[in-house]
């Protein structure tokens, strides 16, 4: 039984009758019996939608709030006890829970490297460097490395030409920047991890979006700070959501992906923007803005930076990464912060323990690149909206069941499989020699997200009717797993 568990999770996250009334009538109708209400409170926690260990309202404000009798409450609640997603103990209330053997892990992420031989890898969502280019930039670039030569070779805020070319870049897309504004750093991984240790402190809460990015959220765990998740769904973003998990948890950081948002591909709206500096500014919130993707508009164009709508009061609290990993090659390793230089020269005291400062060679080919990069981006665009195309018609082909919103910009699918069958298909799959990363990667809360499949469409256009031929065929051998059938797994951060 649920309420036999020895310890009681942090739970200070809680919903209002109000709130969850409004979520589940959706799902559930207006009035909705017993099991019907069970029912929406499991769909909304798988998919990301209420958080886990969030307390539920009170038995008799729920049932006020949807307009039905308290035993129909009290009934679904023991429902969801018995099922194990929900738990309760004398005092403490009851609060979402997962039962034992839904924690996930999925077989990609899991993969570092290349993937066999003859196997598709749709796991990864990043593109090959461009055909042209590369090269070129690398010879001009070794051409002027021996200038270099004579010195330590070590520049811990980044080589001046490249910290002024980032900066040139931030001008022109409207965000007014001067070098000493930019540290550049080991791709964006990097400079993600060096705002968390820096700003954050363990026990800290951080707002994140859920589904997120993976390696940012297992970065924000491994910094001991406690995801406070707010749901991006095929809607977006919950303006009124966030404010209100800004305002209840006063977060010391909120990562935030606004550009083509990873995995659903999400572009927040410019008034959302506008609202959540505004919450920022009240709660006195770190606003870690991820841009990785910001350059891959496809049906839009591309957008300013988040921090260019900061007002001046609020400004010094918005610190943006950014890096070349998407617009150009993730195999260059070249990402930056942009903040205030008061805090770049803090990020760089403390990135000198870690790795002293980012090679020479590749900041002076990204200095290289920077300033060619529209154009390559013209085309980078162009060949992305075939290979969209291909993959959306070879699924539609293959796999009709399926449901995905296209994405205005971004690299990937984030599709709904219509059953909590993503890990096992992704195990299945692998078998047909195909990757792919299912949707509990990219939860918040481990658990969540097993009805969704994330589909890069970075490879050539003519690889995808392959691809979506060996999943339908994968498919046949994916079901919900069993309750209590652990899978080989990762373990997740606390």
């Known amino acids: 039984m649920a309420e036999a568990r020895a310890a009681v999770p942090s739970v200070d996250r809680r919903l209002g009758g109000t709130q969850l009334a409004a979520l589940v009538t959706g799902a559930a109708?207006?009035?909705?019996?017993?099991?019907?209400?069970?029912?929406?409170?499991?769909?909304?926690?798988?998919?990301?939608?209420?958080?886990?260990?969030?307390?539920?309202?009170?038995?008799?404000?729920?049932?006020?709030?949807?307009?039905?009798s308290r035993a129909t409450v009290t009934a679904a609640y023991d429902l969801l006890r018995e099922s194990g997603f929900a738990a309760s103990r004398r005092g403490a209330s009851t609060w979402t829970?997962?039962?034992?053997?839904?924690r996930p892990a999925s077989v990609a992420a899991f993969a570092?490297?290349?993937?066999?031989?003859?196997?598709?890898?749709?796991?990864?969502?990043?593109?090959?460097?461009?055909?042209?280019?590369?090269?070129?930039?690398?010879?001009?670039a070794a051409a002027l490395l021996p200038a270099h030569a004579p010195t330590s070779g070590y520049h811990p805020y980044g080589l001046p030409e490249l910290r002024a070319a980032v900066a040139e870049r931030y001008t022109r897309r409207g965000l007014p920047t001067l070098p000493d504004q930019i540290l550049?750093?080991?791709?964006?991984?990097?400079?993600?991890?060096?705002?968390?240790?820096?700003?954050?402190?363990?026990?800290?809460?951080?707002?994140?979006?859920?589904?997120?990015?993976?390696?940012?959220?297992?970065?924000?765990?491994?910094?001991?700070?406690?995801p406070a998740p707010v749901p991006v769904t095929d809607a977006g973003w919950d303006t009124a959501l966030v404010e209100s998990?800004?305002?209840?948890?006063?977060?010391?950081?909120a990562y935030l992906v606004p550009d083509f948002q990873n995995p659903t591909g999400a572009l927040m709206p410019r008034e959302q923007r506008v609202r959540i500096l505004d919450t920022a500014r009240a709660t006195g919130t770190w606003l870690l803005i991820d841009e990785t993707i910001a350059d891959i508009a496809l049906d839009v164009p591309p957008p300013a930076p988040f921090a260019a709508l900061a007002p001046h009061g609020v400004a010094e609290q918005v610190v943006t990464v950014g890096s070349l990993s998407k617009s150009y090659w993730g195999g260059l390793r070249i990402g930056w912060v942009r903040a205030g230089s008061r805090l770049i020269t803090e990020l760089t005291t403390a990135r000198i323990p870690a790795d002293m400062a980012t090679p020479v060679l590749d900041q002076l080919v990204a200095a290289q690149l920077l300033p060619g990069l529209d154009e390559v981006l013209r085309e980078r665009r162009a060949g992305l909206r075939e290979s969209r195309a291909a993959l959306a018609a070879a699924l539609g082909r293959h796999l009709p069941d399926w449901r995905w919103q296209?994405?205005?910009?971004?690299?990937?699918?984030?599709?709904?499989?219509?059953?909590?069958?993503?890990?096992?298909?992704?195990?299945?799959?692998?078998?047909?020699?195909?990757?792919?990363?299912?949707?509990?990667?990219?939860?918040?809360?481990?658990?969540?997200?097993?009805?969704?499949?994330?589909?890069?469409?970075?490879?050539a256009p003519d690889r995808y009717e392959d691809a979506a031929t060996r999943l339908a065929a994968a498919l046949s051998g994916a079901g919900p797993r069993p309750l209590g059938a652990e899978p080989d797994r990762m373990d997740w951060v606390a």
Do not use: M
């Open 406 to 459: 296209l994405p205005p910009g971004g690299l990937s699918l984030w599709v709904d499989l219509g059953a909590p069958i993503a890990s096992s298909l992704a195990r299945s799959a692998l078998g047909h020699g195909v990757r792919v990363e299912g949707g509990s990667r990219f939860g918040a809360d481990p658990g969540t997200h097993e009805h969704r499949l994330r589909l890069p469409f970075t490879l």
């Open 184 to 226: 550049v750093t080991t791709g964006a991984q990097q400079a993600i991890s060096l705002v968390l240790a820096l700003l954050g402190r363990p026990g800290d809460r951080a707002l994140v979006e859920n589904p997120s990015y993976p390696n940012a959220l297992d970065a924000i765990r491994r910094a001991g700070l406690r």
């Open 29 to 68: 109708g207006e009035r909705p019996g017993y099991r019907a209400l069970a029912h929406a409170v499991r769909t909304l926690l798988l998919d990301g939608r209420v958080p886990l260990h969030t307390r539920l309202p009170a038995e008799r404000e729920l049932a006020s709030a949807l307009g039905v």
């Open 245 to 253: 998990t800004l305002r209840q948890t006063a977060p010391r950081i």
């Open 97 to 102: 829970e997962l039962p034992e053997g839904r």
């Open 112 to 140: 570092v490297g290349a993937p066999g031989e003859g196997v598709l890898d749709l796991a990864v969502a990043a593109p090959a460097a461009p055909a042209a280019g590369l090269g070129e930039a690398v010879a001009a």
